[in-house]
């Protein structure tokens, strides 16, 4: 049981929501937005702290005091995309200089043994059949029999579907088959049909989203969830986004992790610059707060960088994301992180943040705790790219 802790509130309205908290009761739309309105960050942060502790010692019977990491590889299979999503700087058209198709033995050279995950998403080709996007999966599983793959959004799913003219679950049967094991959590951005007709019109909605990743849990594939924020979405969207995820997580238990995915402008002119750490990190801790029935919250140390997202491992977040290899999504949009680190590196930021770290693999099943046992330095900083 973790330790009830004092908190100096110097924002008497959290109060009631701090008692609620401490009891394991649900926090309510107007308090989730209180969260999100809030100036004392500080309390905040020590109540997302406490309800991330109490999750993580009642999920892993380890010390609420870990933060989890994975070594996995990105792969992001072409940049050639049919949409035009006013947020995104990655897609291109494809007569644009920058556009790339990556060959199967391009995809296959960037993975070895000891990645344990790799995260496939990319551009919707207009060329490509589904035949090509199973023949990734089936080829990596062939070669890579022991790495997870965690492969294609909400907004893939339901392109696999048009141009393969079969239903969802056909589309599940057939990725399954050739070695799904888990699905990312991109294309949700945030679920408000005012935002989607600004910024993504062609792409699904909510209720598209939400459908897809309840068949999904139907037949057994876990599956995470985003949020984008940080672009022109409200508060009250923020929440809104939230309690949807939180609705359908009651109804299947099928999500794994949350990664609030902080807006890089890049060259979008849609904002002048990214959130502030202040905002990511509120950010991190309502989402603690509010998904109270999510296993896990990921601080993504590609968009926060990597300063902020160890400081989120203090703000409700569990996990730090893995060692990545190549991000390319982000980077299109100018993120000032490394492209990769290094197990060392994602060690030390974890430590750095007093954390006891714990690799896992695509389902957060323990590997290894490191508990005391130190890699000599020096590390090297950023991963193999
Ligand atoms: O769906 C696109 C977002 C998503 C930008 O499931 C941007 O473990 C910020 O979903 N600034 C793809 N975000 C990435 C994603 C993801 C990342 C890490 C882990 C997992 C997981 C999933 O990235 C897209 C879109 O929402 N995105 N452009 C941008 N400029
Ligand atoms: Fe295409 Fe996804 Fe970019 Fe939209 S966000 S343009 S669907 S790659």
Sequence with gaps: MERIQEIDFQDQRLIPIWERVQRGERIERKEGLLLF????????????????????????G??????????????NPTNICVYT????????????????????????SKLSPEIREVHIVGG??????????????????????????????????????????????KVFERLLDAGLNTMPGGGAE????????ALFKQKIGAKDWLRIHRIAHGMGIRTNATLLYGHMETYEER???????RELQDETGGFLTFIPLTFQPGHTGLVKRQASALEDLRTLAASRLLLDNFPHIKAYWVMLGEDTAGVGLHFGADDIAGTIG????????????????????????????????????????????????HIPPPWPRVGRV
């Design 190 to 197: 945030v679920f408000s049909e005012r935002v989607r007709q």
């Design 326 to 373: 190549e991000e390319r999504i982000a980077h299109a949009a100018l993120a000032k992180s490394p492209v990769g680190l290094t197990r060392e590196r994602l060690l030390e930021m974890i430590r750095g943040a007093g954390r006891t770290p714990v690799e896992r693999d695509t389902y957060f099943n323990i590997l290894r705790v490191y508990n005391g046992h």
């Design 62 to 75: 380890l010390n609420g005091d870990v933060a989890y990491f994975i070594i996995d590889r990105q792969i």
């Design 124 to 169: 919707l080709h207009p060329k490509w059949k589904f035949d090509q996007y199973l023949n990734i999966l089936r080829e990596i599983k062939v070669h890579f029999p022991t790495i997870q793959i965690k492969a294609w959004t909400a907004v893939e799913i339901a392109f696999f579907s048009k141009i393969a003219k079969i239903p969802v679950e």
């Design 85 to 108: 999503c006013k947020f995104c700087d990655f897609a291109v058209r494809p007569w644009d200089e920058k556009a790339y198709e990556m060959t199967l033995q391009e995809i296959l």
């Design 239 to 245: 929440v809104d986004h939230l309690v949807k995820l």
């Design 37 to 60: 309105q809030t100036w004392d960050l500080m309390a905040l942060g020590k109540m997302a702290d406490f309800a991330k502790r109490k999750k993580i010692s009642g999920l892993s």
